[in-house]
């Protein structure tokens, strides 16, 4: 269930509950602990579901009950009373966080499936009190992937292209877009020159369906319009298709597939063939004016182009044996040529048995991912919906640790692989806003990002609470 943020009219109305109580003669102590807060619709886009809830919330004040607060929780009794929470509880759902805590948050105290968003945080911050400090976990996605799909459409390919086009919006982009920030995707095939013997009258050599765009239905239309056929002799076209991806001309961006400038370009290649004029010359055309090996490979090596190669395993015809993958070698000479490896050294090409490939592709991105390094770092975001700037309660976010090696200094973690966990201690302090006789509540986005891009790559929401004088927290 999505949690709601938590607007100041839900703080005057409970700031209204609260006066009444007090008129009653019930007060409730000053809250200071830690917790979560409710994400945002203005963050840039949200980062995929955590596993981790950051650092537990300090305990709770010790002690007997104050007088109008029976449980301690900084619920008014009358106010617990009036929403339906249990006054002698300070969890009255039971979902490991507290009534008022979920009341400041927005969500229902009394419904243990509408709980605290993990990635949300909060803090309360009387005036002039010492600076306090926590310890955020961030997510260092990669910033700007390009992924383009090169796929094979001769006449073998059928089985291979209905798994792509089948698997595209139910296992390709989900786990894509967990892994890179600000992705986006096009499509293109090959078969080969329609000259014989290469291939039949109707071929062609390389084409572009979809240049770069967000729009995964767009994306989709692309590969659904994607059919197999022609092809003539065994060897394809497809260090033509690269060139021509790579080193073809676009409007803006670079090569026919229109990749951006300061992204990570990526071609997944899915094929069950070898190449024409492929490594040390194989299966060279002849009377033809064809891109070389060495002409392709520099395209991609000058933009820093990394490939991903889906290896389909040939139509067996019904033979009692496997035949071999002829596509394996060609798109291995390709991964080391163009220095595509996973973290672990391994070459980026993968089998695709039985047509397949999906889990090829999604293996092949995520292993270029984790092998993709970046500089990341944090900046601040006021919520503009008040006169309050926010980030002047943040008086510093200082890197301390990752998950994987890194370098870092006061401000920067440098050669992030991508996936890792960073994490930075914020230091938060209120000594310029005096408390009122009600509550204020204002709201800050930490965002961290990738320093080549501007991109975010996750983001944490943090609410500051200024209590009130007299000490009612909500």
């Known amino acids: 269930m999505q949690t709601r943020p938590l607007s100041f009219c839900a703080a005057l109305c409970a700031l209204a509950l609260c006066l009444a109580a007090c008129e009653a003669g ?74 008022g805590v979920e009341v400041l948050a927005g969500t229902d105290p009394t419904d243990a499936s509408s709980t605290i968003a993990p990635t949300d945080f909060y803090v309360v911050l009387p005036y002039e009190d010492p600076a306090q400090q926590r310890e955020l976990d961030f997510s260092a996605r990669l910033g700007r992937g390009d992924i383009f799909f090169l796929v094979d459409t001769t006449g073998s390919m059928g089985a291979a292209i209905n798994n792509v086009r089948s698997s595209l919006s139910s296992t390709i982009v989900p786990a894509v877009t967990e892994a890179i920030a600000d992705v986006v995707m096009g499509v293109g095939d090959f078969r080969d020159f329609p000259v014989d013997p290469y291939g039949d009258s109707g071929d062609w050599a390389f084409q572009v369906r979809q240049p770069m765009t967000s729009d995964v239905a767009s994306v989709q239309s692309a590969l659904n319009g994607l059919r197999a056929g022609g092809g003539n002799d065994g060897p394809e076209a497809a260090v033509e298709g690269l060139f021509e991806a790579v080193g073809g001309s676009c409007a803006s961006g670079f090569g026919a597939a229109c990749f951006r400038e300061a992204s990570h370009p990526i071609v997944v290649v899915v094929t069950d ?61 390709l991964a080391r040529a163009t220095g595509s490896r996973a973290a672990s050294g391994s070459l980026t090409v993968y089998d695709a048995p039985g047509g397949s490939v999906s889990t090829a592709v999604v293996d092949g991105i995520i292993d270029l991912v984790g092998a993709t390094t970046q500089d990341i770092t944090s900046a601040q975001r006021d919520d503009a919906s008040d006169e309050v700037d926010a980030t002047r309660f943040i008086q510093a976010v200082t890197p301390i640790r990752a998950t994987r ?24 302090q209120n000594d310029f806003l005096p408390q009122q006789t009600f509550v204020q509540i204002f709201q800050a986005f930490i965002d961290v990002l990738d320093t080549a891009s501007g991109t975010v790559v996750d983001t944490r929401n943090v609410y500051i609470v200024v209590p009130a004088i007299g000490g009612v927290l909500i």
Do not use: C
């Open 405 to 428: 090696a890194t370098t870092f200094d006061a401000t920067t973690f440098y050669g992030v692989a991508g996936g890792t966990t960073v994490t930075f201690q914020v230091t938060f």
């Open 273 to 333: 063939a070898e190449m024409h004029n492929g490594p040390s010359g194989a299966n060279a055309y002849s009377g033809l004016s064809a891109r070389t090996w060495s002409e392709m490979t520099s395209a991609l090596n000058a933009q820093s182009v990394k490939v991903v190669g889906a290896a389909v395993d040939p139509i067996s015809f019904g033979l009692p044996f496997p035949l071999p993958n002829a596509a394996r070698p060609h798109l291995e000479e």
């Open 26 to 99: 019930v007060a409730a102590p000053v809250r200071r602990d830690s917790g979560v807060a409710t994400s945002d619709d203005g963050a840039t886009p949200p980062p995929p579901p955590r596993t981790d809830a950051g650092p537990p919330p300090p305990p709770r004040d010790s002690g007997p009950p104050r007088p109008g607060d029976a449980d301690n929780d900084g619920l008014p009794d009358a106010d617990e009373v009036a929403r339906g929470t249990d006054p002698s509880n300070p969890d009255s759902d039971g979902d490991g966080v507290e009534d």
